[in-house]
């Protein structure tokens, strides 16, 4: 089965893996820092905090921006689960808000209707890798002083006007699973525009613990001493990851480029095809293309999926509209809320694309989706 999306791993990449399992740092060691520093670079200089994972960036996130229970967080539920249930977890009540029809990002304008005194943070998805419209949506927060944060688990490396993502938002999330832009297996990170957000990222993820003589409250226990003023856990991301990430931004560049090369050639040999539409885009952005979500006409979705699966190509849908998940239900959220996200979840279909996706290979995707759309099934290629 060709996959949606795979890693891209190198002999490079097994080297500093290795290099770093034999060094004395596993883990809280060099790489950590190298990393963030890479990454920072990336992040248009924003500083940032390595975490285990994407959801843990999430969550982190949330906690360095204060949010707790009576707090309200701003979610658009075109995106995977995380983005909400990160918040739950702190106490917080989701409110969705719609996409807008183009690129199936937050609209401003379900944030100006969402957006009360109770909002703590507005959530942004950039998905599939193309950056939400910030400027709008700062100006739809009105006079609110709830922070913005960009789940950018898709998008690093993208650009909005010109400005790289790292910049556009208070807090900027990364993962760096599998499939995503780069990886390190499992992993993430939180970029904080303010120093002081930064700093109670890094605090969260490292258990609350105060090690700076001048911040704690008892600072003559003792030289081995040190204190917890506000719970965190333990979201540490390890060297021998941290190093497997620092190998991936070096090639990020090619990455970005094979995927918006990819991203091109579907454009073209779909633009002509009936009953399928391709994704939209707008002039201010540089996506970093993700995913690439093609939508299914007429209600056959479940059809083409299941045509395309049994082809051997490994189509995803990406994503059930998040307030449709039964812990949401089960809160009392209800379908019908988010219109827009909702018909574009009835639609949406992922085709793989990853940097290793050969010109061969996509032309087969192309081929089983033509031959799916006039009602056959393409066999699958010889093992
Ligand atoms: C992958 C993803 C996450 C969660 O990242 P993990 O590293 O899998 O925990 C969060 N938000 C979005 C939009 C994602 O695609």
Redesign the pocket.
Known sequence: MLPYGRQSITEDDVEAVVAALRSDWLTTGPQVDGFEADLAEWAGGVGCAAVS??????HVAYAAAGVGPGDEVVVPPM?????AS?AVALGAKIVFADVEEETFTLDPAAVAAATTSRTRVVSA???AGHPADYDALRSAMGGSDALLLA?A??SIGATYKDRPVGTLADLT?F???P??NLTTA???AVAATDPRLLERARRFRNIGLVRDRNEQRWPDEGGWHQEVHEFGLNYRLPDVLCALGRSQLRRLDGFLARRAELVARYDEALADLPGVLTPGRRSWARPAW?LYPVRILDGRRREVYDRMREAGIGVQV??IPVHWHPAFADLGYRRGSCPVAESFYAQELSLPLYPTLSDADQERVVDALAAALRGRTARPAAA
Do not use: I, P, R
Not at 53 to 58: P, S, V
């Open positions: 994972n994407g959801t843990a960036a999430l995106t995977f689960v995380a983005t990160s998805v950039d998905y789940d688990a898709h999330t993962s760096f699973f499939t995503k499992e992993g993430g993700h990406n994503y």
